[in-house]
């Protein structure tokens, strides 16, 4: 599924305030989608600062969709949050001003996984076409998938750890 498919399944979702996913052991759970508007041209402007290309399946999507929750039940914090444009700015200074990441510059944090970290693109591997979406865990391993990938599997097993999944 491409990433403009994704986006038209989002945005439909989104919609959507009864829709149910399946949690293993227990009854379905209402979740809900918040989608941001579109990003403007302004917001997309201030990327040019980054030095490295970025992925064109992720600056589309942030261009319909500068930001998201997704599987939120309405009572608890998001399980995904894909950072607006200002959001993964503000974590990429972060990372800049922390100390912990001698190459910061090359780095571009874009979702919070809640109670598991920060999906972070490597900017530097993307462009020496190497794989470049950062595991949100010490382990400094990536997934061997695009943005797009990871985002459409994520969406199938209903926001659950498929990294981990054995197949």
Known sequence: MGI????????????????????????????????????????????????????????????????????????YIQKCKIYSIQETLHWREFLRNSGFYPDWNKLLPIVELQDIGQLILNLGRYESQEDYLLYPDE???????????????????????FWYMNS
């Open 139 to 161: 382990a400094n391993k990536y997934f061997r998938i695009s943005f797009t990938e990871w985002l459409n599997n994520y969406l199938l097993t209903n926001g659950s750890e």
């Open 4 to 75: 403009d498919s994704i986006i038209n399944s989002l945005k439909i979702m989104s919609q959507d305030s009864n829709y149910k996913i399946y949690v293993s052991g227990s009854l379905p759970i209402n979740v809900g989608f918040r989608l941001k508007s579109k990003a403007e041209q302004d917001d997309l402007k201030k990327f040019d600062k980054i030095k490295y290309s970025l992925p064109n399946d992720y600056l589309t999507f942030i261009s319909q969709i500068n930001g998201a929750e997704l599987f939120t039940d309405g009572k």
